[in-house]
């Protein structure tokens, strides 16, 4: 069906492609709200639909050319999660939070590197990288069904910071297994195998922290709503192409610049102003990573895939409820915090690529395809798992979850009182 649009020109395929997957993404949530799913769901189904791997709506070299959508979408996702690392947020939560990231985190890709040497006899090598990728949480699925379902309270503010976390404590682990693996394999294990990601990583994390009190010198009270929206976009997008350059996720970098911002300036009403702009932005990333993932994959998943599948959301589970006990978090936190973990895509994967390259041609095949496969799985239950967790922990009215809901937003924010109303549109 794509061969109409691979006869237009670049420019008109890939326009026209825009137009088809924001309309079927809006499409996408009259159906998803009926079922009472939640609008990631909708929009993932709806992108694997019309990708190249079924329907063919939309050709592969349309696909190809978007994928800076996913360094955006995650920048932006990021900087609005960055803005629950506030000081007096951190004061309440202390260490507890990082007690149980790294505990949900390091059991989840224990149990799946035990399992797949233990159970299902694979070369350490490829269990050991597993087990690393599995430490990894797609947070954009969660903040998504957090925004949609107005979810709020302190179940909300652990879950966020520990979604957050979990990719700072992914990145290490990973690194370190590549760098064990890659010993290994023959190479010795090299100053840069090791250190360089960490470094760049930690110089990105100091960038953003550099960004977010630029930002806040450069939007004085006086400054327009308009002009506030072009800096505060300007700058998002100017730190994650420079990630981008060096190889590295934007979501640490954008994350500090989002926390650094907010505790400087107490600025709510710039994550307000954002809201209003990332709509689109946020059903191209959903879209477009349905398109990307290849259903025909589940038919190769085999049991090694599902037992990955499983034994990584059970680590997960375990290792939140653990971490929850050990810190006295609050019952309820205990019981569903594990279940809001399950999703996982765009760090795993792009994790999986890299590991690819460090081993031999026939394992690699075989570990990216465990995790392309197992995340269409999770970005399709997840956010039914998000939905539940945050319902049982309270964090979502009864009525808000049957209520029509307004189109949906990716970064929530409350209304602000009437002494932080925002600048009028004539001030300079």
């Known amino acids: 069906?794509?061969?109409?649009?691979?006869?237009?020109?670049?420019?008109?395929?890939?326009?026209?492609?825009?137009?088809?997957?924001?309309?079927?993404?809006?499409?996408?949530?009259?159906?998803?709200?009926?079922l009472g799913l939640p609008y990631v769901s909708g929009y993932i189904v709806s992108g694997i639909l019309i990708g190249p791997h079924i329907l063919g709506v939309i050709p592969q070299h349309v696909v190809d050319r978007m994928s800076f959508v996913s360094d955006v979408a995650l920048a932006f996702i990021a900087f609005g999660v960055g803005r629950f690392f506030k000081k007096e947020t951190l004061r309440a939560t202390g260490t507890s939070v990082i007690l149980v990231t790294v505990l949900e985190a390091l059991l989840?890709?224990?149990?799946?590197?035990?399992?797949?040497?233990?159970?299902?006899?694979?070369?350490?090598?490829l269990s050991l990288l597993l087990g690393a990728i599995a430490t990894a949480t797609a947070p954009a699925s969660t903040m998504m069904t957090i925004n949609q379902y107005k979810a709020k309270g302190?179940?909300?503010?652990?879950?966020?910071?520990?979604?957050?976390?979990?990719?700072?404590?992914?990145?290490?682990?990973?690194?370190?297994?590549?760098?064990?693996?890659?010993?290994?394999?023959?190479g010795g294990a090299t100053f840069s195998g090791l250190a360089l990601p960490i470094l760049y990583n930690l110089g990105a994390m100091g960038l953003g922290a550099l960004f977010g009190l630029l930002l806040g010198r450069m939007l004085p009270p006086s400054r327009t709503r308009d002009n506030r929206l072009i800096i505060a976009i300007a700058m998002?997008?100017?730190?994650?192409?420079?990630?981008?350059?060096?190889?590295?996720?934007?979501?640490?970098?954008?994350?500090?610049?989002?926390?650094?911002?907010?505790?400087?300036?107490g600025d709510k009403k710039l994550f307000k102003q954002l809201n209003r702009f990332t709509p689109p932005v946020m059903i191209l990333f959903?879209?477009?990573?349905?398109?990307?993932?290849?259903?025909?994959?589940?038919?190769?998943?085999?049991?090694?895939?599902?037992?990955?599948?499983?034994?990584?959301?059970?680590?997960?589970?375990?290792?939140?409820?653990?971490?929850?006990?050990?810190?006295?978090?609050?019952?309820?936190?205990?019981r569903y915090l594990g279940a809001a973990l399950v999703p996982q895509a765009g760090v795993a994967i792009g994790l999986a690529y890299l590991a690819e390259r460090i081993l031999p041609p026939e394992i690699g095949s075989l570990l990216v395809t465990i995790i392309l496969a197992s995340s269409v799985l999770y970005e399709l239950i997840g956010p039914a798992c998000a939905k539940m967790a945050l319902f049982r922990a309270g964090a979502i009215r009864r009525e808000d979850m049957s209520s029509p809901q307004p189109r949906p937003e990716p970064l929530e924010t409350p209304p602000l009182p009437p002494?932080?109303?925002?600048?009028?549109?004539?001030?300079?």
């Open 108 to 125: 989840a890709g224990g149990l799946v590197t035990a399992a797949m040497m233990g159970i299902f006899r694979l070369d350490w090598h």
């Open 286 to 334: 959903f879209v477009v990573s349905g398109m990307k993932l290849n259903i025909s994959m589940l038919s190769v998943f085999g049991l090694v895939g599902v037992g990955y599948f499983l034994v990584r959301i059970l680590g997960k589970y375990l290792g939140a409820w653990l971490g929850c006990v050990l810190t006295r978090l609050p019952v309820k936190t205990r």
């Open 154 to 186: 302190e179940f909300v503010d652990v879950l966020l910071q520990v979604v957050a976390l979990d990719d700072v404590v992914c990145l290490l682990v990973f690194s370190l297994a590549s760098a064990w693996v890659g010993a290994g394999e023959g």
């Open 1 to 34: 069906m794509a061969e109409w649009m691979s006869a237009l020109s670049p420019e008109a395929s890939v326009l026209l492609s825009l137009a088809v997957i924001l309309l079927l993404g809006f499409l996408s949530t009259r159906l998803t709200k009926r």
């Open 419 to 428: 002494d932080e109303e925002e600048p009028p549109e004539n001030e300079q």
């Open 236 to 265: 998002l997008l100017g730190l994650s192409g420079i990630c981008a350059a060096f190889d590295v996720s934007p979501l640490l970098s954008c994350m500090v610049f989002g926390a650094v911002f907010i505790n400087s300036t």
